[in-house]
């Protein structure tokens, strides 16, 4: 039978086979070779199920994943942790102030997006607190990248139907820090989706910090929505400080026309990338971004 992983915990995953849950277990050849800190099968996983009961069964193999998204977790050593895979879209919320809006959070959460084979989305939430002009100056540097950018007041209701629309036969992903909105915003989706991410997140991850319970949620009208409750801060995961660049979509028409063929962009001479900031072909916040990324980096290297 063919299932989809809804959720992790330990050995035991919640798994969903023709429109019910089954609990099952992991057969222990998919286990060898996996590390303690990691599960050899994550929430969105395409999996193959044997029954041994009633809505219970054992997990013999795991698909091809198409997408990812990890990060980097910090244990006794650092170590990837995958929170979801075979999504389709990551939409990272922000809140246009209340907490303010932090560009490093959204500018990782892109990159790893990239390199995980999500399609990146920005959600500006609480427009309803700012001028129009404060929301315009927020999404400006993202204009460039031709990612979705929605503008959404969850209180209000500005913008939840096209928000919507956007996540409805699709899988979908929302990471965003905690306050910036997300549950109202996923309970204007879907009437108790937003609480029900809530419960399950004070059920599960109360007082830890690296685990995350990552939960799917099937939407009434078609679709799975993904919450990462918890995730506040995102280390990259298996970026070098010289790939960077290859996750920024606005400096690739200037790829290879730097002096240097292995610059970093942050101070040598004949750079094609400074120099196109200088101009304004570049939004400078996102070039500023780069430079903190890349930094702290190559302090991790
Ligand atoms: P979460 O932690 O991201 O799930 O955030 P919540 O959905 O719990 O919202 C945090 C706070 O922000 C709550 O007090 C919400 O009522 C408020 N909030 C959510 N969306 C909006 C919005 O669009 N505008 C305003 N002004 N407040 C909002
Ligand atoms: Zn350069």
Redesign the pocket.
Same mark, same amino acid.
Do not use: K, L, P, V
């Given at each position: 039978m063919r299932g989809r992983i809804i959720r992790v915990s330990g050995l035991q995953c919640l798994v969903e086979v023709e429109q019910s849950h089954w609990q099952c277990e992991i057969r222990g050849r998919l286990k060898a070779g996996c590390r303690k800190t990691s599960s050899p099968v994550v929430a969105g996983d395409w999996v193959d199920v044997v029954p041994t009961a009633e809505r219970t069964g054992v997990i013999e193999t795991v698909h091809p994943r198409s997408s990812k998204f990890s990060r980097g977790a910090s244990g006794a050593r650092p170590f990837e942790q995958i929170l979801f895979v075979n999504m389709e879209q990551l939409v990272v919320v922000v809140a246009a102030c209340q907490p303010k809006p932090r560009r490093g959070f959204i500018d990782r959460t892109i990159v790893m997006a990239i390199k995980g084979n999500l399609q990146p989305v920005v959600c500006i939430n609480k427009v309803d607190l700012v001028s129009e002009e404060a929301v315009d100056t927020l999404t400006a540097p993202y204009e460039a990248l031709d990612y979705p950018i929605y503008r959404t007041s969850a209180l209000r209701g500005d913008g939840i139907g096209v928000f919507k629309e956007a996540l409805i036969n699709r899988s979908t992903a929302v990471v965003g820090q905690s306050g910036v909105g997300k549950s109202t915003l996923l309970n204007g989706i879907e009437p108790g989706l937003g609480l029900k991410t809530k419960k399950i997140m004070k059920h599960h991850d109360r007082g830890r910090h690296t685990t995350t319970t990552v939960h799917l949620f099937k939407l009434q009208e078609g679709g799975y929505v993904v919450d990462t409750p918890g995730v506040k801060e995102l280390r990259l995961w298996g970026v070098k400080p010289a790939e960077l660049a290859t996750y920024y979509p606005e400096l690739e028409p200037l790829r290879g026309q $730097?002096q240097?063929g292995d $610059?970093?962009?942050l101070h040598?001479p004949g $750079?094609?990338?400074?120099a196109a900031v200088a101009t304004g072909r570049i939004a400078s916040e996102r070039y500023e971004g780069y430079r903190r990324i890349f930094v702290s980096l190559s302090r991790n290297e």
């Open positions: $730097c240097f $610059c970093s962009h040598e $750079c094609a990338i400074r």
